[in-house]
């Protein structure tokens, strides 16, 4: 075996051992959650569905998951809108203070979450806004707008500037070219980058911890309520639902956009 193909191996059984230990987690989660003992216990000794019905009669847990699709669904149209807008500006258009507005934008990568659901907190008290659902909305629409910017720019990058161009030359305006041109274009961009923001923002914890109250919590607060008094693989039955929720998001992005492209897409 020539020393070009034992680097190969070498790298594939490398990234397979990585890979093994990344999803472990996971597994021992989705296994755990099949266990009938009254306590979470891995391997279990026998297996049961218990669990997975125990969870649709959590008490407050169907108002915590209402409130999460709530915020979810209004902070992922609402990233996607301003990402997108944010995102033909920063590709095409050169203009005073653009770093500084690449680095507004793309901050909550780099800042931790701590920090940022403190600043919030400080922020929205500042203002008066009392009302903890539109706290977290607008939190999570800030937190999840980075995702959709790099998604979008890097799907912009590699437009074809001379079929613009020729849209133009033929007589479209801006709006005509961007619904006829560039929309075609990054429309496979915006769907992935709609989808990993619903993902982000359905599982956030760090920020929404610090904006909650009584009446607005989310289904990762209550998860983390619950295990704090009990120790019963309920969580571990709804941590494995979220788990193919997010798996099966994630299908039919690479099933829409290709394996390839979201890969490229998701790492810009």
Do not use: C
Not at 100 to 113: D, E, K, N, Q, Y
Not at 182 to 188: A, D, E, F, G, Q
């Amino acid at each position: 075996m020539s020393k070009t193909a034992s680097g190969h191996l070498l790298l594939k059984a490398l990234v397979l051992v990585i890979l093994l230990f990344i999803l472990s987690p996971l597994v021992v989660v989705i296994v755990s959650s099949f266990g009938e003992a009254a306590f979470l216990y891995f391997p279990p000794s026998s297996y049961s569905l218990r669990w997975y019905h125990e969870i649709f009669v959590l008490e407050g847990l169907g108002e915590a998951l209402q409130t999460s699709l709530i915020i979810s669904g209004i902070a992922t149209p609402l990233s996607v809108i301003l990402g997108t807008t944010s995102a033909l500006a920063i590709a095409r258009y050169s203009f005073l203070g653009k770093p500084v507005l690449i680095g507004v934008l793309l901050s909550p990568l780099v800042v931790p979450a701590i920090v940022i659901g403190i600043a919030m907190l400080q922020f929205f008290k500042t203002i008066d806004l009392i009302s903890s659902l539109q706290a977290m909305t607008v939190a999570h629409v800030a937190i999840t707008l980075p995702y959709m910017v790099r998604t979008v720019v890097a799907s912009l990058e590699m437009e074809d500037q001379s079929v613009l161009e020729a849209a133009t030359m033929l007589g479209a305006n801006m709006f005509q070219s961007f619904i006829h041109v560039t929309l075609p274009t990054i429309k496979s961009s915006i769907f992935s980058g709609a989808i990993f923001v619903f993902i982000i923002s359905f599982d956030n914890y760090a920020i929404s911890l610090f904006l909650s109250d009584a009446l607005t919590t989310t289904l990762p607060i209550k998860m983390l309520e619950y295990i704090e008094t009990r120790t019963d693989p309920a969580i571990a039955a709804l941590s494995s639902l979220l788990i193919l929720l997010s798996a099966v998001l994630l299908l039919i992005s690479i099933w829409i956009v290709g394996l390839k492209k979201v890969a490229r897409l998701s790492g810009a």
